[in-house]
């Protein structure tokens, strides 16, 4: 099974400034799927950015954007302009294409933002 | 769009009974639906897959007899946890992965329940 490693079990940031949480996974593929999701208070798990493991160009969604190194099989997450409610765990999850969509998650950051 | 619902959102059973979660894509058909277990300040882990109509994959370790997974439409997935004792208390969460064209190729997940079993 695939292993997704979050070496960073608690973050903290001020607000207004930037953080980066790492991720790093273990895979024999060549073409997968990365994904950050953000689970705040409320428990309910939202998708913040994804990767395609083929697109070289790194994925940016608003604040968020992905450092995803293939060779070294990490994908870090930057948040700029932290916000209060970025407050949450965040995950880093692997997927495998067509192999019925399973996720591998990590065991997750939990983000404060300082105000 | 690309919303999933579970009901209920938390349920408190004594030992020995049994609890149905029910999961429900409401606005697409899913493909796939997953059920995950969460203990407090850990990650989510994978208990089983389910297609529509054909008997869910278990994880290794996740007891099928106690954790009975049916997924009778495109829409709507049950997990019910027979003979419930303490331990099963947990966060449960289902997703649903979705091929419609309008959506991101990608686990949309419920809002959880938590069960807690006297």
């Known amino acids: 099974a695939q292993t997704v490693t979050q070496s960073q079990p608690e973050m903290s940031v001020q607000e207004a400034e930037t953080v980066t949480l790492s991720c790093t996974y273990d895979t024999s593929e060549s073409d997968y799927y990365l994904f950050w999701y953000k689970q705040p208070p409320s428990r309910q798990m939202i998708l913040v950015i994804r990767?395609?493991?083929?697109?070289?160009q790194n994925a940016t969604e608003n604040r968020f954007s992905v450092n995803f190194q293939k060779a070294a099989k990490s994908f870090s997450l930057k948040i700029s302009d932290s916000q209060l409610g970025d407050a949450a765990m965040y995950f880093c999850a692997y997927r495998r294409p067509n192999t019925g969509n399973q996720f591998y998650f990590g065991t997750g950051t939990s983000l404060t933002v300082i105000p | 769009g690309a919303v999933v619902s579970q009901h209920p959102s938390w349920v408190i059973c004594k030992s020995g009974t049994s609890v149905k979660i029910e999961c429900r894509s409401l606005d697409f058909q899913a493909t796939t639906m997953f059920w995950y277990r969460q203990f407090p300040k850990q990650s989510l882990m994978l208990m089983a897959t389910?297609?529509?109509?054909?008997?869910?994959?278990?994880e290794q370790g996740v007891e099928k007899d106690k954790f009975l997974i049916n997924h009778a439409s495109l829409t709507l997935s049950t997990l019910t946890v027979t003979s419930a004792h303490p331990e099963d208390s947990s966060f449960y969460i289902c997703s649903a992965h979705t091929r419609d064209p309008r959506f991101e190729d990608t686990q949309y997940f419920g809002p959880g329940t938590r069960l807690t079993v006297l």
């Open positions: 990767q395609e493991a083929y697109k070289q």
């Open positions: 389910s297609n529509e109509g054909s008997k869910a994959t278990y």
